[in-house]
């Protein structure tokens, strides 16, 4: 139902960005969800980093502040995570997820690598 794409390896203070596509999607039903990603270090849990929703100021966690922008193209059922200046504390598998009341989509997961 969702498809990730764009992570890779980079070194300190690059940039990437995620997109997470929602193909199977009419353009309402895409708008009508919450959507976000999640980052998920070696070892540890799952964590919100950006979250983004019709009609409420989008969220990011305080580690991605200033650095981190979630955006959508609800013309291409498209959500994007742009990352600039990363550090190796940014690395993990990325996953996009879309919530809504009573259902919940996840992507695949796309591996963010960041060298020092």
């Known amino acids: 139902q969702l498809q990730a794409c764009g992570g890779g390896s980079v070194q300190a203070g690059g940039s990437l960005r995620l997109t997470c596509e929602a193909p199977?999607?009419?353009?309402?039903e895409f708008w009508s969800y919450e959507k976000a990603w999640y980052r998920q270090a070696p070892g540890k849990q799952?964590?919100?980093?950006?979250?983004?929703?019709?009609?409420?100021?989008?969220y990011s966690a305080d580690s991605v502040k200033g650095r981190f922008t979630i955006s959508r193209d609800n013309s291409r059922k498209r959500v994007y995570l742009q990352m600039n200046n990363l550090s190796p504390d940014d690395a993990g598998v990325y996953y996009c997820?879309?919530?809504?009341?009573?259902?919940?989509?996840w992507g695949q997961g796309t591996q963010v690598t960041v060298s020092s």
């Open positions: 997820n879309f919530r809504r009341a009573g259902r919940e989509f």
């Open positions: 799952r964590d919100l980093v950006a979250s983004i929703n019709s009609g409420t100021p989008t």
């Open positions: 199977g999607m009419i353009a309402s």
